[in-house]
């Protein structure tokens, strides 16, 4: 039987890798959408200089690099080994960035109260339950940090990296429903339009500890 594991390592062989330079010529940048160079940038996440940060579902870290190079202490987490390997292969050296391989679950379990900021950029708040991730989102959290995450919007029929890895699409109202109930307050939730008409947007949703 094939472990989520096994499914993200599936799924990291056929991942294609990210630009060297954005469009305007940088070598890091942070995008919350799937479209290149479109939607909001870090500052989404309030200033990041001097605190410390992880990222769920970091993948190659491309964008907790760019944090890192704004001066976060950084921390990225994912299921995927090979994710890890490359990601630590590429921004290994450019200091003030970690890169594990865990579940995320796990991980936040055993890092209460350590991380100023938690993100997912369609990561493992997207594929997991957070009436399981929720409250060890909240108790990783310091006093007044924030989450923010984003994945594609409630849909009927929504896609699947891999037929054994599930999706939470939840409608704004019900994540914003969630949020509350394990303990987050400033919630703010929208769905970023599309840079074309008739394309897909992006829900992004950012929250505090309370």
Known sequence: MTTPAEAWERFAQKASPRRATNAVGAATWLNWTQYPDHGPDESVLGPVDGRKVVELGSGTGANLAHLATLGARCVGVDIAPTRTTTARHIWGALGGIEFVTADAVDHLAANPATYD????????????????????????????????????PASDTPPSA???IRQYHLPVEQWESRLRANGFGSVTIEIVAPPTPGELGTLLARASRS
């Open 162 to 164: 891999d037929r054994l």
């Open 117 to 152: 900021v938690v993100y997912s950029v369609f990561g493992a708040v997207w594929f997991t339950d957070p009436e399981i991730l929720l409250p060890l989102v909240r108790e990783a959290l310091t006093p007044g940090g924030v989450l923010v995450f984003s994945h594609l």
